[in-house]
């Protein structure tokens, strides 16, 4: 894009998505009552949109998490 097309370009509507993914890495410790760690899956969709209107910009978006059974989340402790 030259000069001139870049001083005279206006946005218009944009979407985005994107996709995290947690691995398992973590590890069950049988010293703690509850175990949150990172030993499940964790997966998160997002999708993202930005609008113009002259001078003002509407920004947003939305995600959530999912996450894989924790068999060990309470158990194992005496």
Do not use: C
């Not at 030993?39 to 609008?51: A, F, T």
């Not at 209107?53 to 989340?73: A, I, K, M, Q, S």
């Amino acid at each position: 894009m030259d000069l001139s097309g870049f001083l005279s370009w206006k946005e218009k509507t944009i979407v985005g998505a994107s996709l995290t993914i947690s691995a398992p890495t973590g590890q069950y410790d049988p010293t703690v009552l509850v175990n949150t760690g990172t030993n499940r899956w964790g997966i998160k969709p997002e999708i993202g949109l930005s609008h113009r209107w002259g001078r003002w910009v509407l920004d947003t978006y939305g995600g959530v998490w999912f996450f894989t059974e924790n068999p060990e989340f309470f158990s194992h402790n005496q």
